[in-house]
């Protein structure tokens, strides 16, 4: 029997919400995507306060996963980085397409965890391979 391992439901939730706000959305022969974020944005000033406060969601996801506060207030810099870009009428829109925080964030997240998890998930990956092998015998 494999004892699987799984990224935590936070994890998952800010993976899912990462790509809605920015990168849901592919604009076909260009390659660039865009999500929630670049649409809400157009919207001046509030726009930009509603997707800090999509983004502080995905800093509170962190925070439950127990990421450690120095990679937290990294998170927050990317999301303050975003936020001032954003209030630059059309180059903040343009920065939108191009400066993904929460995409960032996720990354810092997914590195965080991983790094914290090694040991766990390549106990895991020996085990699936090891199983394999063994089905693979009789073949």
Do not use: C
Not at 22 to 33: E, S, V
Not at 57 to 63: D, H, N, Q
Not at 89 to 101: A, Q, T, V
């Amino acid at each position: 029997m494999i004892d699987t391992v799984q990224a935590p439901k936070a994890l998952l939730e800010a993976q899912r919400l990462a790509n809605l706000t920015d990168a849901k959305i592919r604009i076909p022969f260009l390659g660039i995507r865009l999500g929630l974020d670049f649409l809400v944005g157009l919207i001046p000033v509030v726009g930009d306060i509603i997707m800090v406060g999509v983004s502080l969601s995905i800093v509170g996801m962190a925070r439950r996963m127990q990421v450690p506060r120095a990679l937290r207030i990294a998170m927050l810099k990317n999301i303050l980085i975003d936020f001032l870009l954003g209030l630059i009428p059309f180059i903040g829109d343009l920065g939108d397409l191009f400066y993904k925080s929460n995409l960032k964030n996720v990354r810092i997240m997914e590195k965080w965890w991983v790094s914290h998890n090694h040991q766990h998930i390549l106990a895991n990956s020996q085990q699936v391979v090891q199983e394999w092998e063994k089905s693979q015998e009789g073949q």
